[in-house]
């Protein structure tokens, strides 16, 4: 038998396994160098809220009960003692950096659940069904147009004390803030998710669905929010930095949480008016903030190029 009838009769090589989606988004996104670096910049911010206080055992809300102690804490610079020096009372910054970190977070994730929700709910229904298209685009018009920092304002000042008095400060102004972040935030998300049902709606496997008799019910949840999850996901990653930007300015703007409950905005608002005296008051809250919403907005970028199949692969 001849070389060339041999490597005839050989069986051919099996094809390599095929990668699932998953596999594929996440190689795309590893390429994405900023959003690799948002995520482990993320991590180790997330880290810090959450782990750190573990480490760092002190009480961030502890006042010197001792007047001329407590006097001779204020505004330290940062030490041994205190890494990241004292607040106006003499509390560990570092330790209300961790504790305001943790709230922040939260605030952001909360919110920006709510926002997701509203706005693919408000989204699929004005995409699939015709009939309610145009009220639903008309209330998102209008919640667009109205101006939302003074909108969240009126609502934090009309219900803070009620809700407050009803669950307690801290509890009443956590809900009381993500509800109002949330319910002014979701129409971005609303829009993005009609124009992607109003698309996949005259797809040939929706109009198949629709053909045997699949209820829209299950059309929706089985063919459409599977294909939708992409833009969703882009929308709240950069929906969480919205969220923390947001209770920041209410917190520096004196409407947000108690002086006792710190968040990053809050302790930007009490280090504002000692800012020229004591920079590092407003400097490491101002950074937590910054190098947060950076890094969830490359983590965002990064998930776009990486759900887009146009780009995937390339």
Partial sequence: MTDATRAAAAPAPAPPAPRGLWREVWDQFRRHRG?????????????????????????????NADAAQMILSRNKPPSLASPLGTDQLGRDMLARMMFGGRVSLAVGLVAMTIAIVMGTLVGVLAGYFRRLDGPLMRLTDLFLALPLLPLLLVLVLLFRDAIAGALGPEAGTFLLIVIAIGVTSWMQTARIVRGEVLALKEREFVLAARSI???????????????????IMVAATLGVAGAIITESVLSFLGLGFPPDFPTWGRLLYDGVEAMTIYPQRVLWPGLAISLTVLSVNYIGDGLRDALDPRLRGR
Avoid: E, M, S
Wanted: proline share 10%; hydrophobic share 55%; charged share 10%.
């Fill in 35 to 63: 959003a690799l670096a948002g995520l482990v910049l993320l991590g180790l911010l997330a880290a810090f809220v959450l782990i750190g206080p573990l480490v760092w055992r002190v009480d961030g809300t502890a006042v």
């Fill in 213 to 231: 008799g699949t209820p829209p019910r299950r059309i929706i949840l089985r063919h459409i929010l599977p294909n939708i999850t992409g833009p």
